[in-house]
């Protein structure tokens, strides 16, 4: 974005504003507008919210990516740096990029800085917002006032911004809407001085039903589509949203969703869900994911399809609770006791979670194990903008399959996979199954037998292998052969593919691979790795005593490959495009 | 409730007579003496006479001696891990409402690892009938003090004698608000059959402690509450005493050792299974007939 004098606006495809104030403002709330926008004038956006992690509130942002192309990250910088006080100025200031713009409210914010070539515009936001609702609402409203002004800089659909918002006031008080719509329009009106007007390319979405919403909300519509309706978890941060979904979604579909009395108990009614012949769900973020531990190696042993979803949040234990991290990866593959084969996927973005879900499904019907899916902090909580799914192509009918099992019924045949006659089978052969988490024969009769235990745990093992080599091999974006192929997976997808644009527009030859199923992993990822000189996995979580994160040590473990390095941190935060271009241009230099 | 599509048979008119021949599974593995043989043989009784379809009988148990239960009755069961045998069948009862759910374990099971489970599958008026074999012991693990040992029980956790104070459980079934809880005794097979019987026909969540001897590990245990080998099995006199009255209900579970046996409390409330499916009828009665996808549908351009 560049300012202008000029009466005619500006155009530009992409732009990045940080709304920055209390978590009490309402800036969630004008940045899920702005995000909602996008989505209906087939712009791409992605957003990125800080939330005090007390429930007294403090200081937050909002920061929203608007884009006429594919956007990819939150944005590393802001080309509009909204502040609503001093705190908020002095935070982040450093966040506005060289020539770029910061509004402030001029009744909070007195200090002001002059450097590299920002343009500050003050504007009483608050003294404003009052006399255009008249003095009893205070201060509330000045987030309507500050969203009109928005939409008057970056002439954004006026029209449809309306509708978004009441929509939203519609359900509520009357007066509720006429206020903000007041402030709204005093905000519109506000002369912003000589920043100019700006206005955004036309989409590449065009004709499209596009739908705009956080990943917890995608990712349980996406297990209603694949067939849930039984479920039970505990609350946590950032997963609760996921069951508090359910909890109210799912009795329209004649299912239920059961608060527990804590995480073993959720996953223990999950699995008796399962075991009863449904397709069930548990899910938390990383203390609850451990709970539940136990009972899925007993899942594996025991053979029962089940979702578990983790939405990983700062560890080790209460640790960041409302930031982003990558570290429960080993958790989840290896975190039980025992040989304990589950598969293991990632979202790489909100859109995924829908599909991710119905994968899930799929995946544990077909191999009859646990399924966890790995989603995070950053990709539960932003809102990005997608493409309608296609329910006539993505529906799956929930079935319960208690038809009459036939005389030779084993429960736990060698040489296929398990598929369980759920309670209210009738048994034609007269022999009733008891599922069971010893290790057993193949009609379930517990048995100590060492040829026996190392045949079953060769049957639990084979299944992922057979997964392994069903997998199709990761599409390499940018260049299939090169100096630097980066690994990613979960929410890097969208850093690692922008770096890799920036990268190759500055002449480099690099590629990458984004993983969703991360284990097992593809069969043949060395066929990739091969056409590069080295291989950089990015992920957030830390290097450890060896020097790797937790995706490049399997990597490392099952390719021996010593070509494989790390790119990690934990900071709290997703990667920034500066980080991963930084490392990967420290690594061609080396 | 169950909203998938059952593809369930035609009820069977020549459904063969269940029968303890046709009930007994794997002989069990419990030691010579054991009560919990009697326990066994009791429930099989009074499946005969209740003659559920064969299929819709539901066996589930955690860890513990008492808990290989599922193994010996050929239904479908499930032996699942230490102490979440409840919430797990909470998971079935809840998501199958047609099918009869029984719970088996021990007193470590029920009333240690899984106490927490036990006040909230009680709370929330589970559909289910919970049997918890109590031994006063740690069978399996050979010998440790239970939350029901006796003060001075000499366990190899308590060389000289167990310093903890005992649960009461009666007390404790009472304060968690079960809607059904009883007390019996292996040895008294008729009271067992007749109280298992009532539990069972109990809509809710009932709950029954089964005193069932360790002799390999706490012999003698109950021999005060063993007629033949001269103690007294005291059974409530429901003349005198209201089911319905849960303070009277904790004096009655006040008595002394041996105490007493029989119903301690009954109450008619909705269990969790019918406010739910309540909740469900209430919330499909607003969707007209909508189909399932067309819901999903509806709700995803909400957020266009
Ligand atoms: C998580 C876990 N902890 C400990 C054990 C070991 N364990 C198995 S059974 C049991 C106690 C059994 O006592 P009780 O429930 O009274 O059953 P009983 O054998 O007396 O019938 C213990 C401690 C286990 N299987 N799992
Ligand atoms: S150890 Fe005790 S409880 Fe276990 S089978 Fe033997 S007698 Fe029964
Ligand atoms: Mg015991």
Redesign the pocket.
Known sequence: MSTSNSSSPTSLRNAVIRLAGNSQDGIQSIGGFLARLAGRTQKDVMTYMTIPSTISGGPSIFQVHLGSGEVLDPGDEADVLVAFYQHSYDAHFSSIRDGGVCLYDSGEVTELKTERGIKNIGIPFTQATIEAIGGSARDRGKNMFVMGTICAVYQLDKEKLVGIVSRQFGKKDESVLRNAMLAFDAGYAYPVGDLGTFEFEEGIHKDEHRLSTDGNTLMSMGLIAAGVRYGSAYPITPWSSIMETLRSELPKYGGIYVQAEDELAAVSMTIGAAFAGHLAVTGSSGPGLSLKMEALSYASMAEIPLIVINVQRGGPSTGLPTSVEQSDLLQAIYGSHGDAPRIVLSPKDVEDCFYIAIEAGRLAREYSCPVIILSDQAISSRIEAFTEPNLDEWWIEPELDIAPRPEDFKPYPLDQITRHAPPGTKMLGGKYPTVTGLEHDEWGHPSGNAKMHQQMTDKRRNKLIALSKKLPLPEVYGDAEGDVLLVGWGCTYGPIKESINRLQSEGHKVGAIHLRNLHPLPAGLDTIFAKFKKVLVVEINDVGVYGYGQLAMILRASLADPKIESLCKTDGLTFRIREIVTAVEKTLAS | MSTATATEPASDPAQEKLTKKILTADHPTWCPGCGDFAVLAAFYKVLEKLQYPHEKIVCVAGI?C?SRFPYFVNSHGIHFIHGRALPLATGVSLSRPDVHVFVFG???DGFSIGGNHLNHAARKNIRLTYVIM??????LTKKQT?PTSPEGFKSKTDPTGSIDRPINPMKQLLASGATFIARTHAAQVKHMMEVFERAILHDGFSVVECLSE?VMFYNGSFDDSTPRKGGVYDIIDESQHDVGDDIAAFKLADVPTPGKFGVFYEVDRPSKNELEQRWIDSTQAKLAGKSQKDILRDRLAMMR
């Open positions: 513990g008492s021990g007193d470590g109590d031994n006063y012991v740690y069978g239970s360790c």
